[in-house]
């Protein structure tokens, strides 16, 4: 039923463990030794590049995703009214998730502007932040899963596993970055704040 060996699915499987991988990577260069600054330019642009970089990879995830899907077995021919109806609500929940996650944040906060130095001056902690920690990754899951189950794909939950995987891990290591990133700016503020002695 589920046809491991297949180019599209292992296309898949690389692209969705690629992508995390790489945003991380890149970033931490970033904020190491300047890498995307210097080849843009500035902080700015090399915040945009970047972020339009991991929007496109995200677009060519998505499609790997589809086209594996299309090339495994399905457990029905027609989607049942009931699961089309769930599969859909699956997936308009997980869009809700996505998209309001990158409103607040906007572009520079939803592509990892703090590693560039553009700090959120607090934590935003109404919707969707107030749902889950992590909303943005939720609801991409819950959108894989909406279209495995909308398809009846085994693939697609195989899939969908390792995407929810793969963003545990990165959650997990972006938390830890992320709060070194503040704690360094707090503590710097704070010495900066003492009264120098004469």
Not at 128 to 145: A, E, R
Not at 169 to 187: G, H, N, P, Q, R
Request: include cysteine; charged fraction near 15%; charge should be positive.
């Amino acid at each position: 039923m589920l046809n491991v060996t297949d180019h599209h699915f292992l296309l898949s499987a690389a692209s969705i463990i690629f992508n995390p991988l790489f945003w991380n990577i890149v970033a931490r260069k970033e904020y190491e030794s300047k890498l995307v600054t210097n080849i843009f330019g500035s902080s700015k642009k090399g915040c945009y590049g970047l972020g339009i970089t991991i929007f496109s990879l995200g677009l060519l995830r998505d499609y790997l995703y589809k086209v594996a899907l299309m090339n495994q077995p399905v457990l029905y021919s027609s989607t049942p009214l009931l699961l089309k109806v769930l599969s859909f609500s699956i997936i308009f929940a997980g869009n809700v998730l996505v998209l309001s996650s990158m409103y607040k944040l906007g572009f520079v906060g939803t592509y990892l502007g703090d590693y560039f130095g553009f700090l959120m001056d607090e934590m935003i902690t109404s919707f969707p932040f107030n749902v889950c920690d992590h909303p943005m990754y939720i609801g991409s899951t819950l959108s894989f899963f909406g279209v495995a189950l909308y398809y009846g794909s085994p693939a697609g939950m195989v899939l969908t596993a390792l995407v929810y995987l793969c963003y545990q891990v990165a959650s997990k290591y972006e938390l830890e970055f992320t709060t070194k990133i503040y704690s360094k700016v707090t503590k710097t503020k704070l010495e900066s704040s003492k009264p120098k002695k004469l």
